[in-house]
């Protein structure tokens, strides 16, 4: 199972990115996706998760800027982050369990900065 990251950069503050989490050796059509999130100096943080099934979850902090998503077919789940905040500054990672194991994708670093 590998899951690779992609579509950080650097933003304004307000500004927009949209993150890609494509991952290959598994279906997403069985396996719950994770969005996570470690600023510098801080622990990782739950950003987004969605499920098999497509249900989604947020914490508190994205809840009406970030949506997660994802395309089957494409076996890729996207973060798209509205309204950033210098706070949302981090490298966010990509993550899922299989089969009890965890799989972690390499980070992709968002920075928000005027």
């Known amino acids: 199972v590998q899951l690779q990251a992609s579509g950080g950069g650097s933003v304004q503050p307000g500004g927009s990115l949209r993150l890609s989490c494509a991952v290959s050796g598994t279906s997403l059509s069985s396996n719950a996706v994770d969005w996570y999130r470690q600023a510098p100096g801080k622990q990782p943080e739950l950003v987004a998760f969605?499920?098999?099934?497509?249900?989604?979850e947020y914490v508190d902090s994205a809840k009406g800027r970030f949506t997660i998503s994802k395309d089957n077919a494409k076996n890729t789940v996207y973060l798209r982050m509205n309204s950033l905040k210098p706070e949302d500054t981090a490298v966010y990672f990509c993550?899922?369990?299989?089969?009890?194991?965890?799989?972690w994708g390499k980070g992709t670093q968002v920075t928000v900065s005027s």
């Open positions: 969605i499920t098999s099934a497509g249900r989604t």
């Open positions: 993550h899922l369990v299989k089969d009890s194991r965890p799989y």
